[in-house]
């Protein structure tokens, strides 16, 4: 069974800093990973999608990058601002279904 | 564009009583609507598939007989909690795909998946 795992579970920056999520898989045979945004009491938004073929993704100050052999995939924020302040959630696809596979998501705080 | 809406956003019902939550794609038709449920510091635990025009597909644990899902046109798929007890209060998101269907998604055609905004249910 695909198990996601996020680290760190909670993270507080100061304003301009450039931060790392770190997001684990345990079954590399994924059809693609899904970095996610949700609001306290929201739902999600979608940031990123990867497909298994590629090695990463850009939009804006974000970047997700996916190593599917290691079973990880990083997204990496540049010059954080307070807006940013959310839950980052990392989805996984499955090659075998369609089903999404959460990690538990890392709460970020950034301070001004 | 893709936007998907949840009614209600918040609900508050008495134990044994059943509650019913609608999710919408606003401006696409969406063949195949997913929901999910999350508890507080947890992960989204996907609890159906919704396919229009047919059964849903249940995750194995949840119960079909409590969790009543239908989704009876191309926008509207409706998860009708039955009989609640405190233990269900929970955080409900649907999600939608464009028209296409699972086969459409198997072959990579339709990936993204647009989430609604959730819908909070409190069971006293």
């Known amino acids: 069974k695909q198990e996601v795992t996020q680290i760190p579970a909670a993270l507080s920056v100061p304003e301009g800093e450039n931060l790392v999520l770190n997001c684990s898989f345990t079954?590399?045979?994924?059809?693609?990973l899904q970095w996610f945004r949700q609001d306290p009491g929201k739902g999600l938004t979608s940031l990123l999608l990867?497909?298994?073929?590629?090695r990463e993704q850009t939009s804006g100050r974000l970047n997700a990058s996916l190593d599917k052999s290691s079973g990880r995939s990083t997204l990496y924020i540049a010059a954080s601002q307070p807006g940013d302040s959310a839950t980052y959630l990392c989805?996984?696809?499955?090659?075998?279904?369609?089903?999404?596979?959460f990690g538990k998501g890392t709460s970020l705080l950034v301070t001004p | 564009g893709a936007v998907v809406s949840q009614h209600p956003s918040r609900v508050i019902c008495k134990s044994g009583t059943s509650v019913k939550i609608e999710c919408r794609s606003l401006d696409f038709q969406a063949t195949t609507m997913f929901w999910y449920r999350q508890f507080p510091k947890k992960s989204l635990m996907l609890m159906a598939t919704s396919n229009e025009g047919s059964k849903a597909t249940y995750e194995q644990g949840v119960e079909k007989d409590k969790f009543l899902i239908n989704h009876a046109s191309l926008t509207l798929s409706t998860l009708t909690v039955t009989s609640a007890h405190p233990e269900d209060s929970s955080f409900y998101i649907c999600?939608?795909?464009?028209?296409?269907?699972?086969?459409?998604?198997?072959?990579?055609?339709?990936?993204?998946?647009?989430f609604g905004p959730g819908t909070r249910l409190t069971v006293l």
């Open positions: 989805a996984v696809r499955s090659g075998s279904g369609y089903a999404l596979n």
């Open positions: 079954d590399s045979a994924i059809y693609n």
């Open positions: 990867i497909q298994s073929s590629q």
């Open positions: 999600s939608a795909t464009l028209a296409g269907g699972i086969a459409q998604m198997r072959s990579g055609g339709f990936d993204t998946q647009y």
